[in-house]
């Protein structure tokens, strides 16, 4: 599981080579060049810079030729519960990579998700519960079946990490629909976390046109 754990339980971040690098941003916008003015790649890339790029990419966002945006692409590591890793998957416009329930694995309660609604006077009964479906699961191991078997008893909110290889396109579509306010709580904030990290990274101009939590 990614280092960084915050208080919902959910850990969202980069890859090592997650970041977009600033000459893909350039190539984005060159190639948007190449099929807007009769000239070639070369002619244009070298006199591109990160601010001629960005302009140029937002006026191809407003222009609705999103196409070019498929030359950026994002890479990040999240670790999420099974409820939000089956809606996240729905997007077939990116490359998912999932940890495995197949193999045997020493489950604990950080082996689960928690939801943050959980208030504090049920969150031991909420426990209680994850540790009663570890010992479900557990049961049907030392009965002897394989982990194939007994991982059909494990619930929704087990703990699965994901690597997710998404361009820019496909994540602007991604970020509609996952932060609105009808998305579920979970993904909603992976969505949300994953556009702070981007921010923080000077690329929000990518989606800054998309009507965040409506
Ligand atoms: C609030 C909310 C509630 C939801 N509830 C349900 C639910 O109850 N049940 C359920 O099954 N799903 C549900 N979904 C999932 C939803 O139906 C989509 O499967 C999911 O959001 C992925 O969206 P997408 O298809 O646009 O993304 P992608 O699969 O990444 O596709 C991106 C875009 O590519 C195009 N595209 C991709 N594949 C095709 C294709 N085969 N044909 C034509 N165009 C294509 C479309 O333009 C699409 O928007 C819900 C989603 C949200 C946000």
């Not at 082996?111 to 909420?126: A, G, H, N, Y």
Request: proline share 2%; charged share 30%.
């Amino acid at each position: 599981m990614p280092k960084e754990m915050n208080s919902t339980g959910i850990s969202v971040g980069w890859t090592i080579s997650g970041v977009p690098s600033p000459q893909s941003i350039i190539d984005a916008a060159a190639a948007g060049m190449v099929s807007r003015q009769d000239l070639c790649y070369e002619e244009f890339s070298k006199d591109i810079n990160q601010e001629k790029a960005e302009e140029f990419l937002r006026k191809m966002i407003q222009w609705g030729h999103e196409s070019v945006l498929e030359h950026i692409v994002f890479q990040f590591w999240v670790s999420i519960s099974r409820v939000a890793s089956h809606q996240l998957v729905r997007h077939r416009m990116a490359s998912y990579t999932q940890m495995s329930l197949r193999k045997q694995r020493e489950l604990t309660v950080e082996s689960f998700v928690i939801p943050w609604q959980i208030k504090l006077e049920d969150l031991d009964e909420w426990i209680s519960d994850i540790r009663h479906t570890i010992e479900i699961y557990n049961k049907w191991l030392e009965k002897g079946y394989g982990p194939d078997v007994a991982r059909r008893k494990l619930t929704q909110e087990t703990r699965t990490d994901v690597v997710i290889t998404i361009n820019a396109r496909s994540l602007r579509n991604f970020f509609a629909l996952r932060m609105a306010h009808d998305a579920d709580f979970e993904i909603r904030e992976m969505a949300e976390r994953m556009h702070k990290l981007i921010e923080e990274k000077s690329l929000g101009f990518l989606f800054e046109d998309i009507g965040f939590g409506k």
